[in-house]
């Protein structure tokens, strides 16, 4: 299972931007996709989940900002960030909990994010 995350960038306080997470290869099924974040110095955390239902979590820190969402027909998960803030710079990196001949995770390659004016 590959997975291509995209869509970072620089962005002023305040602002928005939507990443992307896509899945290719050879799986029977995706239960689940997170997005974690690892500033530079600190832990990789969790910014939130989605199953295979459609349901969510959040972590604290990004709750009533960020939304998870997904295209089950493109494979592709989603992370919109809203209302941006400088401590939110980190790269975010996609996971897929995905079943080959077992569940394994797979990670993405992470994307930039820069919340900075």
């Known amino acids: 299972v590959q997975l291509q995350a995209s869509g970072g960038g620089l962005v002023q306080p305040g602002g928005s931007l939507k990443l992307s997470c896509t899945a290719s290869g050879s799986f029977a099924s995706i239960n689940s996709l997170a997005w974690y974040r690892q500033a530079p110095g600190k832990q990789r955390e969790l910014v939130g989940i989605?199953?295979?239902?459609?349901?969510?979590t959040y972590s604290d820190s990004v709750k009533g900002r960020f939304t998870i969402s997904k295209d089950n027909a493109k494979n592709a998960w989603y992370l919109e960030m809203n209302s941006l803030k400088p401590e939110d710079t980190a790269v975010y990196y996609c996971?897929?909990?995905?079943?080959?001949?077992?569940?394994?995770?797979?990670w993405g390659q992470g994307t930039q994010v820069t919340v900075s004016s």
């Open positions: 989605i199953t295979l239902l459609g349901g969510t």
């Open positions: 996971k897929a909990r995905a079943y080959t001949t077992n569940w394994y995770d797979f």
